[in-house]
């Protein structure tokens, strides 16, 4: 089936907001679940965090 994408969220850019997704990763891996950060297009001072089914 893929990858399929659960759901975004906008959210303001922070420092250590990438150790957030980073455990989540680790921690969820099992359970299907990936997590992703990437830079807003639009808004330079906001992240977009998106969550996925493997």
């Known amino acids: 089936m893929g990858i399929q994408l659960i759901g975004t969220v906008?959210?303001?850019k922070?420092?250590?907001?990438y150790k957030i997704v980073d455990i989540l990763n680790k921690t969820?891996?099992?359970d299907d679940l990936m997590f992703g950060l990437?830079?807003?297009?639009?808004?330079t001072n906001k992240m977009v965090f998106s969550?996925?089914?493997?």
């Open 28 to 30: 969820l891996k099992y």
């Open 38 to 43: 990437a830079k807003d297009e639009e808004e």
């Open 51 to 54: 969550i996925y089914r493997t």
């Open 10 to 12: 906008k959210v303001d």
């Open 14 to 17: 922070t420092e250590d907001l």
